[in-house]
């Protein structure tokens, strides 16, 4: 038991490190290859943060462990909304955009119902899970151009810091980055499991709890740095990015490895969850640009705000948990 917490604490700390340098690297030899900043950031460095939650989801998936892959993926997701994006408004209110509004909340909105319409079967199957991948690098593509073709161009480049790697330093980065992120993430995996039978704890709730928080790291570091920077808009973007990428990556991962059969609790309970909070942020973000009498229009996340999120974790926490 405390050989498999320890090797918990380790797998999350090694899989963070090697997620930054795996970014690090593959940013580099992206730029070395002639690739702007921009679809470095959008691509790359967006993956990057996700990197840990697909690691492990794919290790679960592969390990028989398929509930833990979609406790994953889902409470990731319930940690990056409430967790990451409650405590970073609690350290400085956030500014969103009004291109944040009119385009990446939408998606996370649609993606958010589109997941739930395919896995109200209680079956993840591997079409479903081919059809959220796809939708996802669609989505990308999307993003991409857009970004392309507006003035969000003019973005500060110093906003996303890009590294510089020579060449042979890059690849080097980039190869042992991933090998690092591979075995830790198969040393987390295994830790998970072993306190999870343990403890008598299902393999979905250390999914939900555990997993998902150490996963949502890499977030929560990155939302509070750029928020502290002055850059909330960045931290907001890096969040609901990143649950994009949780829903139709992540949570695809354990349908295209052979379908998964999904708790009916997952569903009903922690799903709903994840979806209610998603829409009650939306409306939030929504109704505060309504009253804005900024042009363009701006929306705030304030301390209020960050507070009521983080409670509603704390409530989440608290129900899931008094269940076992």
Known sequence: MLLAAASILFGFIALIWSANLLVAGAASIARNLGISPLIIGLTIVSLGTSAPEILVSLTASLSNAGPLAIGNAIGSNIANIALVLGVTALVAPMTVDEKCL???????????????????????????????????????????????????????????????????????????GLVILILSS??????????????????????????????????????????????????????????????????????????????PEAISRDYASMAALTFFLALAIYVSAKRSKSVPKHA?????????????????YYFILSKQ
Not at 234 to 263: E, K, R, T
């Open 186 to 263: 198969k040393l987390l995996v295994w830790g998970a499991i072993i306190v999870a039978e343990e403890l008598g704890i299902s393999e979905l709730i250390i999914g939900l709890t555990v997993v998902a928080v150490g996963t949502s790291l890499p977030e929560l570091a990155a939302s509070i740095a750029s928020a502290l920077r002055g850059h909330t808009a960045i931290a907001l973007g890096n969040i609901i990015g990143s649950n994009l990428f949780n829903l139709l990556a992540v949570m695809s991962i354990p349908g295209i490895v052979g379908g998964q059969m999904l708790d």
């Open 300 to 316: 705030y996340i304030g301390r209020i705000m960050g507070a009521v999120l983080v409670s509603a974790y704390a409530l989440y």
């Open 102 to 176: 009119k385009r990446e909340i939408p998606l996370l909105l649609l993606a958010t119902v589109g997941v739930g319409a395919l896995i109200l079967d209680g079956m993840l199957s591997v079409q479903d899970g081919y059809l959220m991948l796809a939708s996802m690098t669609i989505i990308i593509i999307f993003l991409v151009l857009s970004q392309l073709g507006g003035a969000d161009q003019a973005t500060n480049p110093s906003d996303n810091p890009m590294p510089e790697l020579t060449p042979l330093r890059a690849w080097f980065a980039f190869l042992f």
